[in-house]
């Protein structure tokens, strides 16, 4: 009776939830069951490419092992998404469902629901999608003691780019350098989104932070400031620095917008304060730097005028290089930080659509 009793234990092992911790949405089941299909959750694209502003779906069906059937109906689904983060022990929630019962987090509300156009399918609706939707999501079923898990990565159309403030090079801390990200319209880049960019030839001797905390910088051509001259082509790594007292520039990310982005027809050159006014008086706003990089890499925004941004800086847009207008490359030209109240140059706008 006693080695019959032995083997009933290790066929259903699971572990309960602390009565105290029982309303806490991490709950999380351990189980190991012998009897019967086992539960598989399954994401038939492992990546989805979208854009900001657009809708997507993220992929994910559950069955269960050598049958066809999605639940064994004696027990509720529960379905639940959540966003990994580069610190492995975190996840952000996004969304769960059991029954009737929906509900989204942060962010979130309001624009994710579950596709479920059949009864096996998890897959999560993402709307209206922001620069902050970027990044890996876990997928989770769970019926009874069964559960398991698949993960999609969301992948945003875009363009990376170095920033460094008006006080020059390497004056930015970690939280510093998110709002610098934020203030043009963008969010602080991915270790993946840097790593995509210098594939497609980003070449940038500053190091600067990255989201994960690590502080990286892209090196297509190898030369002596930069890592040395004999050194392979590839991003650089610093390592992670203190996130309050570390100061460098930062790699920015962002994407399309709905809006239209342009050089003002002025009359006359003008000064900052001039130029924001003018942009106003046009029913737009001076544009900001990630606008410009945006127009620039998506669009193929050309213009050999330089202008103020809404940062202080003058910068123009060369998408196709020539004589006197950044005859070696195809980039967005940084003129500087010119003195605000006496340097006269053209404006970019963008009016956003409603």
Request: proline share 4%; aromatic share 12%.
């Amino acid at each position: 009776m006693k080695s019959l009793l032995f083997l009933v234990l290790i066929s259903v092992c699971w572990a309960e939830p602390h009565p105290d911790n029982s309303s806490l949405e991490h709950e999380r089941i351990i189980h190991i069951q012998e009897n019967g299909p086992r539960l598989l959750v399954v994401a038939e694209q492992a990546k989805i490419f979208s854009h900001r502003g657009g809708n997507v779906t993220l992929p994910c069906k559950f069955y269960h092992e050598h049958t066809s059937t999605a639940g064994s109906g004696t027990h509720k689904i529960r379905v639940k998404w959540t966003k990994l983060t580069s610190d492995y022990l975190k996840e952000v929630d996004v969304f769960v469902a059991m029954g009737h019962h929906r509900k989204s987090y942060g962010n979130y509300q309001g624009r994710v629901f579950l596709r479920e156009s059949s009864e096996n399918d998890a897959s999560l609706t993402i709307t209206n999608i922001i620069l902050e939707d970027y990044g890996r999501y876990k997928c989770e079923v769970i019926e009874g003691l069964e559960d398991d898990t698949a993960v999609v990565a969301l992948n945003l159309e875009g363009v990376v780019f170095p920033y460094s403030p008006r006080l020059g090079r390497y004056n930015l801390n970690f939280h510093e350098a998110q709002r610098a990200c934020l203030d043009q319209d963008s969010v602080i880049a991915s270790f993946d989104q840097l790593y995509d960019a210098w594939r497609s030839g980003l070449d940038w001797c500053n190091a600067g932070w990255l989201s994960d905390g690590s502080v990286q910088y892209p090196i297509t051509k190898p030369r002596e400031p930069c890592g040395g001259k004999n050194t392979v082509p590839g991003v650089r790594n610093y390592g992670f620095w203190d996130k309050d007292k570390s100061r460098y520039d930062v790699f920015c990310f962002t994407s399309n917008f709905n809006g239209r982005f342009y050089y003002l027809i002025h009359p006359t050159k003008l000064t900052y304060d001039e130029a924001v006014q003018a942009c106003l008086k046009d029913g737009a706003q001076i544009a900001k730097v990630g606008q410009i990089f945006a127009a620039w890499k998506l669009l193929g925004y050309d213009r050999c005028d330089a202008g103020w941004l809404a940062d202080g800086s003058v910068r123009y847009p060369i998408s196709r290089p020539r004589k006197r207008c950044s005859p070696n490359e195809a980039a967005v030209r940084f003129v500087g930080f010119p003195d605000k109240k006496h340097k006269l140059y053209g404006v970019y706008c963008f009016r956003a659509y409603n």
